[in-house]
Structure formats: structure tokens, C-alpha cells
T-cell receptor, first 114, second 115 residues
Framework: AQSVAQPEDQVNVAEGNPLTVKCTYSVSGNPYLFWYVQYPNRGLQFLLKYITGDNLVKGSYGFEAEFNKSQTSFHLKKPSALVSDSALYFCAVRDIGGYQKVTFGTGTKLQVIP | ETGVTQTPRHLVMGMTNKKSLKCEQHLGHNAMYWYKQSAKKPLELMFVYSLEERVENNSVPSRFSPECPNSSHLFLHLHTLQPEDSALYLC??????????????FGPGTRLTVL
């Protein structure tokens, strides 16, 4: 079975400060990992994904995520937060060798304070 | 725009009504999905179609009936719904390949309210 956990319901950060949104995962094999963002009254938008290779993945809007196999984590980061980054962020995982489709986390609300 | 459209964007219906949600993808993908998003709950996968065949149905009540006439279109037929079915219904599509990543692209959703 595969699962993903986002331990924080909400993260508050001041504009201009670095941000981190946490995600840990569990799979029986090797993972594909994703981050999606959802703005109010919109669907989810794909931000970035880890397949293999470099542990630091760069995505849209200046976001990046670091794959850490030993800690089974895939935290989303950005060096300098913008007010427009305020949204709901979802981590997702798929076991490469599994039959299941992608499993999404419960989401973390990011609030960037001006 | 993600290349996935959903209509209507908002729907209010009574418990005895019958309505349908429509999803269309313009990405050339071969897999389509219905999700239910309720407040303070994880995203719930309802149905998956790959190559127009249903491959996953996560124990969804029979009052929800999906239809996938071709790889570009997906419908969710609704009848005798309950107030707890009020939610945002999201459609997504992906290119489904063996061992592939299944990166999904989402539509804007239909906000459903059941009175």
C-alpha cells in the first residue's frame, strides 16, 4: 500500500522569507512523488515531480522539492515567499511497481503574510 | 488553462433531481479520473478510466454513475443524491503508460450543492 502524510494543516510565513511545506510518504518500492497547488475555486495544478536522478527537483513559480530517501520525505521549498503563493498545496505519491493510481495527501494551506 | 474543462462550474440540485457533470480533455491523454473534494477531507478518488474502460472504482455509492464514451470525454451522472454529497467534483486526465508517472492535469471543478 502507498500513503502520504502532510503533517501541517496550515503554514504561515512572512513575505520574502523562505517557506517549507512538509511531506512524508510510504511505499513498498520506489516512489514517484508530486506536488500540486490549488488556488481558491480552482482545480489542482501540477507544480513538480520526482521520478529519479537528482534529489533536488525544480518546478513552476520558483518552487523546488528535495527527495530524501532515508527520511522518506519530499518537502516543498521556496527561497522567498510571495503573497500570491498563498494557496492549498498537495503532496502525492505513486509506487513505481504498484498497481494503484496516485494517492494524495490531505493538503497544507500556505498563508503568506504581507 | 490546464487543457481540462468541466461544466457546469456550479450546480444546485434537489435530492430527487437527475443531473450530469461533464469533463473534456484536450491533451490527448488516455486516462481520466473523477475526484470528490470535501472540506477538511483528503481528496477522494471516485473513478478511473483508462483507454475508456473503468479500471478503478473506490466503492462509490450507486447514485453516482460514470460514463466514458471516448478518451476525451467523461461524465458523472447523478441521481437521488444526499446533502453530504455536496462537494467540489474534480476531473483529471493523464497519459497512462505501464510504469509511467501518471502526472495528472485537473479541471477547475464543479461545485455541487445538494439541498
Amino acid at each position: 500500500a502507498q500513503s502520504v502524510a502532510q503533517p501541517e494543516d496550515q503554514v504561515n510565513v512572512a513575505e520574502g522569507n523562505p517557506l517549507t511545506v512538509k511531506c512524508t510518504y510510504s511505499v513498498s518500492g520506489n516512489p514517484y512523488l508530486f506536488w500540486y497547488v490549488q488556488y481558491p475555486n480552482r482545480g489542482l495544478q501540477f507544480l513538480l515531480k520526482y521520478i529519479t536522478g537528482d534529489n533536488l527537483v525544480k518546478g513552476s513559480y520558483g518552487f523546488e522539492a528535495e527527495f530524501n530517501k532515508s527520511q522518506t520525505s519530499f518537502h516543498l521549498k521556496k527561497p522567498s515567499a510571495l503573497v500570491s503563493d498563498s494557496a492549498l498545496y498537495f503532496c502525492a505519491v505513486r509506487d513505481i511497481g504498484g498497481y494503484q493510481k496516485v494517492t494524495f495527501g490531505t493538503g497544507t494551506k500556505l498563508q503568506v503574510i504581507p | 488553462e490546464t487543457g481540462v474543462t468541466q461544466t457546469p462550474r456550479h450546480l444546485v440540485m434537489g435530492m430527487t433531481n437527475k443531473k450530469s457533470l461533464k469533463c473534456e480533455q484536450h491533451l490527448g491523454h488516455n486516462a481520466m479520473y473523477w475526484y470528490k473534494q470535501s472540506a477538511k477531507k483528503p481528496l477522494e478518488l471516485m473513478f478511473v478510466y483508462s483507454l475508456e474502460e473503468r479500471v478503478e472504482n473506490n466503492s462509490v455509492p450507486s447514485r453516482f454513475s460514470p460514463e466514458c464514451p471516448n478518451s476525451s470525454h467523461l461524465f458523472l451522472h447523478l441521481h437521488t443524491l444526499q446533502p453530504e454529497d455536496s462537494a467540489l467534483y474534480l476531473c483529471a486526465s493523464s497519459q497512462d503508460t505501464t510504469g509511467g508517472t501518471d502526472t495528472q492535469y485537473f479541471g477547475p471543478g464543479t461545485r455541487l450543492t445538494v439541498l
